[in-house]
């Protein structure tokens, strides 16, 4: 077991190395870019483009990521009023809505890239990126924020953790939130089909 634990956490921090390497890289394009206008060079048409597209892979990459190091912005003024035995019940509800959430995210996303992986759906502007690709992102993170909002669960009621080292991280509405604010920014940046999937089967 101690294997697939040192495993979990490998991939986290790779998916946390990942996303800090397109920022990173983001920010290396752009200056060259302004360099290059500015000596007459030319230009890259096609980095705002690869910038949307970076912000949008970053920000699920590196989410459970930031959610295991409990990194995420959390609201817990009201935690600490409560007794601690009230804080835990509070704190275990908030973490099965977010399991709730997360599942039904997981199962909408793949559906939606299922359906963009079974007619080829393409993306069609300065670069031609398959549809995809890009929105497997969404199912492979929030089945991983799933089974650490399970273990957050699993610890406060049983005292025990399917993971070896994870300490209860309750930021999933803050999560959810960002999420759907990527969600809509996504879709104005390229057509709309994926969220007009998402909402349709929703309904």
């Known amino acids: 077991m101690n294997f697939f634990f040192r495993l979990y956490e490998g991939l986290l921090k790779a998916m946390g190395v990942f996303s800090s390497l397109i920022i990173a890289s983001i920010a290396l394009l752009l200056t060259t870019d302004v360099f290059l206008r500015n000596k007459g060079l030319g230009n890259m048409p096609w980095l705002l483009e690869v910038t ?23 609201v817990d003024i009201f935690l600490k009023i409560f007794p601690e035995d ?3 019940i509070i704190q275990k509800y908030i973490n099965i809505l ?4 997360c599942g039904i995210l997981f199962i909408f996303s793949f559906r939606a890239t299922f359906d963009a992986w079974s007619i080829e759906s393409l993306i069609i ?5 398959k549809e995809w690709l890009l929105l497997s992102l969404i199912p492979f993170t929030t089945f991983i924020l799933s089974r650490f909002c399970a273990n957050s669960i699993a610890f406060i009621c049983f005292g025990v953790s399917i993971q070896k080292e994870d300490p209860p991280c309750f930021a999933f ?8 604010i990527r969600l809509f920014s996504i879709s104005r940046c390229r057509s709309s089909y994926c969220l007009d999937i998402l909402l349709i089967r929703a309904s």
Do not use: C, D, Q, R
């Open 86 to 88: 009230i804080s835990n």
């Open 125 to 129: 502007k300065e670069l031609i990126l």
């Open 173 to 180: 509405p803050a999560i959810v939130k960002s999420y759907f």
């Open 98 to 101: 977010g399991f709730i959430i």
């Open 52 to 74: 949307e597209y970076g912000l949008f892979a970053s920000t699920f990459i590196a989410a459970p990521w930031v959610l295991h190091m409990g990194g995420h912005v959390k």
